[in-house]
């Protein structure tokens, strides 16, 4: 493992080499994705992020699987940070702001102020980064969540994810069970995961409880296709 990451440490440091050598503008993608995919070299996890439009239901499935409400949920557009979920002896939230400033609370009620999105569903401007620490045994192991804001609401927050897709070892796709597959959902596929080279995803088929029993076989069934297919 020590050996292993050390050549990631070396690769990570060869492509910043290269993109400083390429001259890049630093707003473009392709800068942007460089950065994203060394700073994740240089600190290997197991990230799984959460991916999918807004209202989905993404911290609703990372709040069951943790097992408590840890995180916030809502009927309006919420998650306003990729709020990263990591291992801690006892629920804890840290949050970094843009100026140093570090901000360390018991439980994670301070999500509210500083990692949901306001009544226009802006972002906060002065927030760097959030992490909330559970103790939950799958997270001792290395793995973190990150649950991120949804995708189709604002550009702001569409960046964010796309980045944030990226670092992430695997995906976790929400797909609603009541459209499952649409064109949109298929063109989202495509352009937020396969066009961008990430292949490592599980589908997720939300609002089951929403539908009769005969339907949910036949969603089943779809989704299976679905998998397939990508
Ligand atoms: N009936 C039903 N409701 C659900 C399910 N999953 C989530 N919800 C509800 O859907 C609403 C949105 O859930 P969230 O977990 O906040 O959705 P989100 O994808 O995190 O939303 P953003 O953070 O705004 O992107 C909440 O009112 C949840 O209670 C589900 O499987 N069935
Ligand atoms: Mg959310």
Redesign the pocket.
Known sequence: MQQQNEVYKKLSDSLKSASALLDLERKSQLYEDIIAISTHLANPRFRIA?F????????????AMLGNRT??????????AAITVKYGIELQTRIILVDGTEINHSGTEILKEFA??DNNRQMRKDVASVEVFSPHPLLETGVEFI?????N?REE?DNLVKEQLLSADLVIQ?LD?RKLMTLGERENLRDWLLDRGIKTVIFIA?????LEPDEQKEVHIRLLFVAESF
């Open positions: 959460v999918a439009p807004f209202n989905h239901g993404k911290s609703t499935l990372l709040n995180l916030p949920i809502d009927l309006i557009p919420t998650t306003g949901i999105l649950d991120l804001p949804g995708t609401d927050q929400l069970a939300n609002f089951l409880n929403l």
